[in-house]
């Protein structure tokens, strides 16, 4: 079972300073309908105006990964961090029993767009922490490469959940396959460009709930870069 989620049914959020894009409920955006995935909460599509963000503020028990497309993402935090994220880099921020961080656009003439995306814990009340890593494209034989997960294998970064992130970079023609196991379920989030899942187009900005499928089928790219969550249900 595949349900497509279109980028133009999303939430959004428009400040002047921000133009945010929700896949699932968040703020002022509710669809008791899209609530998450698993333990996926939340996929905010995020473009910045040059100089401004959002000032400091509090989080608690979740773990919020920043996937950076285009530009350079300031961070600052409570807990010693500070750093500029930018494409091909990945940041991951465990917010436990609390932290406050502050995110800018770190250039005064581009806008920055990213991804924040948020995912439940397996426990509350995590000791806070963070960890960037180079997410350079791997050859993993699926045309997958993974870049994050419950161990940290394969110089991923640690997500303290049952949960394999894996980002699809494939040029026109190529394909891609990924087995997901019994009682699992998956995201796929596309970032660029445009691909087939199972048969099923996506484009950029759209996502795909996934449930009951043994394969996932990535064919008919076209300049496509997508995020793949292999989750427990």
Do not use: C
Not at 125 to 141: F, M, Q, S, V
């Amino acid at each position: 079972m595949i349900i497509k989620v279109d980028a133009e049914t999303r939430g959004r959020a428009q400040f002047g300073w921000l133009d945010s894009n929700h896949t699932f409920s968040f703020g002022h955006y509710y669809d008791p309908n899209r609530m998450g995935w698993g333990p996926l909460r939340v996929i905010n599509e995020d473009r910045v105006i040059p100089g401004a963000g959002f000032d400091t503020h509090g989080h608690k028990d979740m773990e919020i990964i920043s996937y950076v497309l285009d530009g350079a993402l300031e961070h600052k935090d409570s807990i010693g961090n500070g750093s500029v994220i930018r494409p091909g880099r990945l940041q991951r921020m465990t917010a436990g029993t609390g932290i406050r961080h502050s995110e800018y656009n770190h250039s005064k003439t581009d806008p920055v767009h990213f991804l924040q995306i948020w995912v439940i814990p397996e426990a509350a009340g995590l000791e806070p922490g963070y960890e960037e890593k180079e997410i350079a494209r791997g050859d993993t034989g699926s045309g997958l490469t993974l870049i994050g997960s419950r161990d940290g294998r394969e110089n991923s970064i640690t997500i303290h959940q049952n949960v394999d992130l894996y980002v699809a970079h494939l040029n026109d023609g190529e394909t891609a396959q990924h087995s997901i196991e019994k009682g699992r379920v998956a995201w796929v989030q596309v970032a660029r460009g445009s691909l087939k899942v199972n048969g099923e187009t996506l484009n950029a900005g759209d996502g795909a709930a996934i449930k009951n499928e043994d394969e996932l089928v990535f064919s008919d790219a076209d300049n496509a870069e997508a995020l793949v969550f292999d989750m427990v249900a």
